[in-house]
């Protein structure tokens, strides 16, 4: 039997939605972690056979092109698949359907698969069962280089908390996007919707550490450099590009 795309209804509750009455940009990639889990469990691939071989899925990239957010009490649709298979690299996609059944969000995403006690990339075909693509795109893209900002605008700072951490005992990928959306001011939030994210995942995030964000605004375009920062360690954990409307 050919491989389908794994589909989910899903119904936008309110605590899921921000004060514009918007679906939550963290919520809706947890949504897909969560679809992406439950599908490659469904494949045989999924988080509990990885552990069971001293693996671990590691998201590395998101691309989203979103031409509106999900809006409270909405019925929406997603679809995910594996659409491509690289040496150490693992490519899904994710549609997002509004209520009138129209495509509202595309995206795509880049999963690699570690050593967990190594911390190392490993081949997918040297450590998976061999499993089917369907190879085509929500959105097509080659995961460009998000660039080093060159001037701090904005800067913001966090702590981990606990409840931001996930199974994996790392910072959840979601959050570090919720911190980029966070350095931006709350007054052009208010009135700005994402359009366009690119986020690059580089270094694990660990409870407690001391996060900053520095963001660099160019008119619609903002670019955040997310770091560690206490002195001793301080390392880049992620990067992040987003366009507003």
């Known amino acids: 039997m050919p491989l389908m795309k794994f589909a989910n209804n899903y119904d936008i509750r309110t605590y899921e939605c921000d004060r514009n009455n918007n679906l939550r940009i963290l919520t809706l990639l947890n949504i897909f972690q969560d679809m992406a889990d ?12 990885v552990l069971s071989k001293g693996l671990a899925w590691v998201g590395s990239n998101y691309v989203l092109n979103i031409s509106r957010l999900p809006k409270v009490h909405e019925k929406i649709k997603i679809e995910t698949w594996p659409s491509e298979e690289k040496r150490i690299g693992a490519i899904r996609d994710f549609e997002v359907f509004g209520e009138n059944g129209q495509s509202i969000i595309q995206a795509t995403s880049q999963w690699i698969l570690i050593d967990y006690r190594k911390k190392r990339p490993v081949s997918l075909k040297e450590n998976l069962p061999e499993y089917e693509v369907l190879p085509v795109h ?3 893209t080659d995961f460009p280089k998000i660039p080093e900002i060159e001037r701090v605008d904005e800067e ?3 702590r981990v908390r606990f409840d931001d951490i996930d199974m994996n005992r790392h910072v959840n990928n979601a959050v570090y996007l919720l911190w980029a959306c966070e350095s931006v001011e709350s007054e052009f939030r208010l009135t700005h919707n994402p359009k366009h ?6 270094k694990e995030g660990y409870m407690g550490e001391k996060i900053k964000v520095f963001t660099q605004i160019e008119g619609l375009h903002t670019f955040h450099s997310i770091c560690t920062y206490d002195g001793k360690d301080d390392r880049e954990l992620a990067r992040a590009y987003i366009e507003w409307e």
């Open 38 to 49: 439950n599908h490659a469990k469904e494949m045989g691939l999924g988080i509990e056979y």
């Open 138 to 140: 929500a959105l097509q």
């Open 156 to 158: 913001a700072k966090f």
């Open 197 to 202: 994210i690119e986020v690059s995942f580089k």
